[in-house]
């Protein structure tokens, strides 16, 4: 069984207690390997050492930095088959997933970033001829960055290369249930020559680690990406310490189908933004929204489609939907199926645990499951599921459809499907969500602001947004005599 390490001042270390976690694949049920269970002192040494790498990696030339960066991400492209795989058997999503979306886009985060800090501006402001005001942003020196388990190394670059193109110093924390492709990164980072301490990776449970980092006062800034209880305890604590915080949490978004859609585009696309990643994504479809004219119709058409994903073992050629994260989320999500019924819903497909044979006999893996017949302030459809479970319901009206879309307490994603690109206009402008798609779900530009509204997060990452959050504006006035 593999014992991964901690990545503390460019060094492979274990943990200060000598603990370690199961780390259990979520197709098998079994435990294949052994997370290290660090605590506060682990945390300290990594601090430590970030603290220490600051000065040099802050000053160093924007095309040193960008050159250490482009060699990671030359490296994960390199090593994308065996990156793909661990991601597969790490986090039980299908293997395709993980090489044509998680593993391409963690190259390109370190791709992108190290491209963007030779690009990143600052504003002049002249006063007459009397004197001129300059904008200098400079790191905030070391850094923390949480990243969840559903996307793993997607979501840990996504966090982690910008803070270092900035010039920041990280210490970072990968979920204990998915931390391989973060351990093997530690390895890329080593192998591309990234100099000891700049970037620390602390594996273990976010009551240890994550809180540590959090309260250490010499972690300038925290970047969270995770549940919206969680993100609430990070900013109780953080806050109070004047740390910067970016926060992206849960979902629970709109998909709005109009009558006019391109149908086919429309429903092919939903399966996909319903049941994509099994629905452990924060950016899922999970709110469908139909136009009554078509709601039979597109109804019909979904359900025929959803019944022909196939739930298999991750690692197979045939694999649509993979398993759930753990044994507590399957049922976690079964409770939601059951809740759905005691609230008046019908399932019209799914709903139940799927048992393969083989390999993956002990496998946590839930059917795709569709729910017609719930209110729109049903618990259902107000709670974060984050599982292959999407709710359907007509509607009549543009501002019926709005009413539903906002009425909830997140607001982070919504798509729009209609040939009327007015009235998709009028809805992007009037919905309560930080990203909307129109016509397209999961279109993604890094150099776009990426975050939610009310309690799906604070703050944005991607672009020049990223690299704002970590570097602090300083404002230079000189006086012309």
């Known amino acids: 069984m593999q014992r991964i390490a901690n990545y503390i001042g460019g060094e492979l270390v274990p943990p200060v207690s000598g603990r370690y976690l199961e780390n259990i694949e979520p197709a098998t049920g079994r435990s294949f390997s052994e997370v290290p269970d660090s605590d506060s002192a682990d945390v300290d040494r990594a601090v430590a050492a970030a603290k220490k790498a600051f000065p040099g990696w802050s000053e160093a030339p924007l095309e040193d930095r960008s050159k250490r960066l482009r060699r990671i991400a ?15 058997v790490d986090a039980g999503k299908p293997l395709s997933a993980a090489r044509q979306v998680d593993i391409p886009r963690a190259a390109a985060n370190f791709q992108f970033f190290s491209s963007a800090i030779q690009h990143f501006f600052s504003e002049s402001h002249a006063m007459g001829s009397q004197a001129l005001n300059y904008t200098l942003r400079v790191p905030l020196g070391v850094v923390g960055c949480i990243s969840p388990w559903n996307l793993p190394l997607y979501l840990f670059t996504w966090k982690v ?8 110093t990280v210490v970072a924390k990968p979920s204990e249930l998915t931390p391989m492709t973060a351990f093997y990164l530690s390895e890329i980072c080593r192998e591309a020559g990234l100099p000891p301490g700049v970037l620390n990776i602390v594996h273990g449970t976010g009551a240890k680690v994550g809180q540590s980092l959090v309260e250490h006062p010499n972690v300038e800034a925290i970047s969270f990406t995770g549940g919206t209880q969680t993100g609430a305890r990070i900013a109780q604590t953080a806050a109070p310490k004047f740390k910067k915080l970016s926060l992206e949490l849960g979902g629970k978004n709109p998909n709005i189908i109009f009558a006019d859609c391109d149908f086919e585009r429309a429903v092919s696309t939903t399966v996909r933004s319903s049941f994509f990643n099994q629905g452990e994504i924060c950016l899922s479809g999970s709110r469908i929204f139909v136009e009554r004219p078509i709601y039979e119709t597109f109804r019909d058409e979904l359900l025929q489609r959803t019944r022909a994903l196939r739930v298999a073992d991750p690692l197979s050629g045939d694999c649509d939907v993979g398993a759930l994260i753990s044994e507590n989320h ?9 809740l759905a019924q005691t609230e008046g819903g019908q399932i019209l497909t799914g709903g139940k645990q799927v048992r393969l044979e083989g390999r993956c006999e002990n496998g946590f893996f839930v059917e795709p499951t569709i729910i017609e017949g719930l209110t729109p302030d049903c618990r259902v459809n107000q709670e974060e599921i984050f599982g292959p479970v999407v709710t359907l319901m007509p509607s009549d009206h543009e501002d019926e459809v709005i009413e539903y879309a906002n009425g909830t307490m997140y607001g982070l994603s919504a798509t729009i499907w209609s040939e ?11 919905i309560h969500c930080g990203v909307i798609w129109i016509n397209c779900w ?5 150099r776009t602001p990426f975050g939610g509204m009310k309690q799906s997060g604070v703050g944005r990452e991607g672009g020049f947004e990223a690299l704002k959050f970590f570097t602090e504006a300083k404002n230079v006035c000189v006086y012309f005599e």
Do not use: F, M, Q, W
């Open 74 to 88: 030359d490296l994960i492209e390199a090593k994308a088959d065996a990156l793909a795989r661990a991601e597969s």
């Open 161 to 168: 290369a910008p803070a270092l193109a900035a010039g920041n």
């Open 420 to 430: 009327n690109l007015t009235r998709c206009h009028r809805l992007a402008n009037r």
């Open 330 to 338: 399957l049922h976690k999500v079964l409770s939601y199926i059951d």
């Open 442 to 446: 999961l279109l993604r530009d890094l």
